[in-house]
């Protein structure tokens, strides 16, 4: 929400604006309407928080990586079911991933850890 200027701060800008010359007549506060001010200037935005986010029950991205779970056999790996399923884990403690290979087709194969414990077991 951008802050708005009262009637009289903006007579107020508009005279400093003018080098504080008068303005006669024409400079009744009660003709002028709202002004709205700029946005400050644009500011950094902390960086979002790096999560694993589920693609199905078998890959996920992770800091803008795809990664394939070796070795993670599910029943239906493309259902909505998996997916969850794999993103509850993922979330559920601290991650570790140990890259298996070469990255093939920009998926990295790799051994995927939570709290230690292989996911994949």
Do not use: C, N, W
Request: hydrophobic content about 45%; overall charge positive.
């Amino acid at each position: 929400m951008s802050p708005i200027v009262t009637h009289r701060a903006a007579t107020l800008a508009i005279v400093l604006a003018l080098g504080g010359m008068s303005l006669g007549a024409h400079a009744d506060a009660a003709h002028l309407r709202s002004v709205k001010l700029a946005p400050k200037a644009a500011r950094a935005a902390p960086p979002p928080p790096v999560r694993p986010y589920a693609i199905d029950g078998e890959s996920f991205f992770y800091g803008g990586r795809k990664i394939v779970v070796e070795g993670l056999e599910m029943p239906r790996p493309g259902s909505e079911l998996a997916k969850q399923r794999l993103q509850r884990i993922l979330d559920s403690g601290e991650l570790s991933i140990a890259p298996v290979g070469e990255p093939v087709h920009g998926a990295v194969r790799a051994h995927v850890s939570v709290d230690g414990q292989l996911i994949s077991e």
